[in-house]
């Protein structure tokens, strides 16, 4: 159950946000989705419609690129860490890196429910 979970949300990351594929949403994401910590976007994340708007939302702003870097599952849960480089919409047009971790519930085949952490500090420099 833990491979074929971590394989639904990688789908929604790889395909869904990165490849704009929002026809997958209702395959991947349950119609009444609860975004438990919404960070992300401007509006309420209700459903797998509001999954919809988010994607639009985020493909629209640009540059935008999630990459996965740690998939872990136990039980119903699977943990996301990931991190994006997007060039900002601010003024400098500077590139921003964002570090994520997200928590999320699979029910029945499908994302049924999210929790999100963001870090928009500024990206560390390797030593």
Avoid at 23 to 35: G, Q, R, Y
Avoid at 36 to 52: C, E, L, Q, R
Wanted: proline share 4%; charged share 30%; glycine share 6%.
């Amino acid at each position: 159950m833990s491979e074929a979970n971590k394989a639904i949300v990688r789908r929604f990351y790889e395909e869904v946000e990165n490849q704009g594929k929002v026809e997958l949403i209702d395959e991947l994401v349950a119609t009444d989705f609860h975004d438990a910590y919404n960070m992300v976007a401007p509006f309420p994340v209700v459903g797998s419609d509001g999954i919809k708007k988010l994607v639009a939302a985020l493909r629209s702003s640009g540059n935008f690129h999630l990459n996965v870097e740690d998939l872990i599952a136990e039980g119903d849960k699977v943990v996301c860490r990931m991190s994006s480089n997007r060039t900002a919409t601010a003024p400098t047009g500077e590139d921003v890196k964002l570090q994520l971790v997200e928590i999320l519930r699979i029910a029945n085949g499908k994302i049924a429910e999210r929790w999100v952490i963001i870090d928009r500090g500024p990206a560390s420099k390797p030593n």
